[in-house]
T-cell receptor, first 114, second 115 residues
Framework: DAKTTQPTSMDCAEGRAANLPCNHSTISGNEYVYWYRQIHSQGPQYIIHGLKNNETNEMASLIITEDRKSSTLILPHATLRDTAVYYC???????????????FGTGTLLAVQP | NAGVTQTPKFRVLKTGQSMTLLCAQDMNHEYMYWYRQDPGMGLRLIHYSVGEGTTAKGEVPDGYNVSRLKKQNFLLGLESAAPSQTSVYFCASSYVRGGVNTEAFFGQGTRLTVV
């Protein structure tokens, strides 16, 4: 089972920041937090990942709490094309970290409103 | 650079028929995965492979077999299709860089209907 908890759905106004929360209270010290999104029924798309420090790339920012029990994905200026299901995933470690077995939950449907 | 390519994109099977889904990646990735996604659900891992010639079971492996004879290809087989296997199937690949796993790259999916 996925070890994350996300709200089922969220709305965001176009141009505003979208803040998507995720709880992962059972995360272990060497597990990364990954975020993916799925637009319509396309293949999931990688957004960002992190271990303990906050991360930023051209798509989004990832804020991880100090105790690592929760995180927030931030889309700084949401557009209509950001409407998608967003998955927060804790990567399962195996073979000393040499695999990337991602276990998906049901995610958060983000609806960006015009 | 095509990334991850799945063949076919759509298929309708009759109950009891067999078929093979092909996943090909041109990124020289070590790891490959097969997922299924049912309506309104997240993706569930069927089988995965950590290298050529190796495979392992995921969350929902029953009714499926896989093979990784070549590094770039990962085949998913349905020996005797059942209506419960109606789903969208996604393939993905990834690699390790500097001891850290990279992101997974996904194909566009195969929509399979078993009647």
């Amino acid at each position: 089972d996925a070890k994350t908890t996300q709200p089922t759905s969220m709305d965001c106004a176009e141009g505003r920041a979208a803040n998507l929360p995720c709880n992962h209270s059972t995360i272990s010290g060497n597990e990364y937090v990954y975020w993916y999104r799925q637009i319509h029924s396309q293949g999931p798309q990688y957004i960002i990942h992190g271990l303990k420090n906050n991360e930023t790339n051209e798509m989004a920012s990832l804020i991880i709490t100090e105790d690592r029990k929760s995180s927030t994905l931030i889309l700084p200026h949401a557009t209509l094309r950001d409407t998608a299901v967003y998955y927060c995933i804790v990567r399962v470690e195996e073979y000393g970290g040499a695999t990337n077995k991602l276990i998906f939950g049901t995610g958060t449907l983000l609806a960006v409103q015009p | 650079n095509a990334g991850v390519t799945q063949t076919p994109k759509f298929r309708v099977l009759k109950t009891g028929q067999s078929m093979t889904l092909l996943c090909a990646q041109d990124m020289n990735h070590e790891y490959m995965y097969w997922y299924r996604q049912d309506p309104g659900m997240g993706l569930r891992l069927i089988h995965y492979s950590v290298g050529e010639g190796t495979t392992a079971k995921g969350e929902v492996p029953d009714g499926y077999n896989v093979s990784r004879l070549k590094k770039q290809n990962f085949l998913l087989g349905l020996e005797s299709a059942a209506p419960s296997q109606t789903s969208v199937y996604f393939c993905a690949s990834s690699y390790v860089r500097g001891g850290v796993n990279t992101e997974a790259f996904f194909g566009q999916g195969t929509r399979l209907t078993v009647v």
